[in-house]
């Protein structure tokens, strides 16, 4: 069965500190690995997809990598802005239908 | 380009009830899953339509249900409600290409 564990739960950064979020997984064949940002009371917003171990991909502050086992949010110089909650998802699929299996969250707070 | 529109936004029923929710996918979007967000379990797949099709569901009672008409737009219901139902009902839309699922804000339904 797909796995996914976010650490940490929660993280408070000063503005402009630099740090990670980690994903770990365990697939029987990855099928995309997802990251999402949610704000308090709505949906998810989409922001990466990783297919293959050695893949990166920015946007603005924030880089997502990818390994076999786990992949990194990393965010730089962050701003009171960013602060959500940053949610990490493999895609599972069967015929074609792909599920989505979400970790847990890392509530991520930037103090100004 | 309108988002995934999904309504009501915010349910309140007596336990027993049943209640439907409904989503509209962005327009070309012909695959729509739901899912249910709790403090608890986090984010959790309950299934996938595709060309009014149910092609995936996930781990919950037969309680919960769900159809996709010819125009993509779907509604999922919720027989003889229970207090463990309350949660955020989430639709995404996606087209089939690698950009992920596009969330609408959700149903916050509460069971009384």
């Known amino acids: 069965e797909d796995q996914v564990t976010q650490s940490p739960e929660a993280l408070r950064l000063q503005e402009g500190e630099s740090s990670s979020l980690n994903c770990s997984y365990t697939v029987s064949g990855l099928r995309g690995l997802f990251w999402y940002r949610q704000d308090p009371g709505k949906g998810p917003e989409f922001l990466f997809t990783?297919?293959?171990a050695g893949e990166e991909k920015e946007k603005e502050r924030l880089k997502a990598t990818l390994t076999k086992k786990e992949s990194f949010l990393h965010i730089t110089a962050p701003k009171p802005e960013d602060s959500a909650t940053y949610l990490c998802?493999?895609?599972?699929?069967?015929?074609?239908?792909?599920?989505?299996?979400f970790g847990q969250g890392t509530r991520l707070t930037i103090n100004p | 380009k309108a988002g995934v529109t999904q309504t009501p936004r915010y349910l309140i029923k007596t336990r027993g009830q049943q209640v439907t929710l409904s989503c509209s996918p962005i327009?070309?979007?012909?695959?729509v899953s739901w899912y249910q967000q709790t403090p608890g379990q986090g984010l959790q797949f309950l299934f996938e339509?595709?060309?009014?099709?149910?092609?995936n569901k996930g781990n919950f009672p037969g309680r919960f249900s769900g159809r996709q008409f010819s125009n993509s737009r779907s509604e999922m219901n919720v027989s003889t409600l229970e207090l463990g139902d309350s949660a955020l009902y989430l639709c995404?839309?996606?087209?089939?290409?690698?950009?992920?699922?596009?969330f609408g804000s959700g149903t916050r339904l509460t069971v009384v």
């Open positions: 990783l297919y293959s």
């Open positions: 995404a839309s996606n087209s089939g290409g690698p950009l992920g699922y596009t």
């Open positions: 339509y595709f060309s009014e099709t149910q092609r």
């Open positions: 327009s070309g979007h012909r695959s």
């Open positions: 998802a493999v895609g599972d699929s069967i015929q074609g239908a792909q599920k989505l299996v």
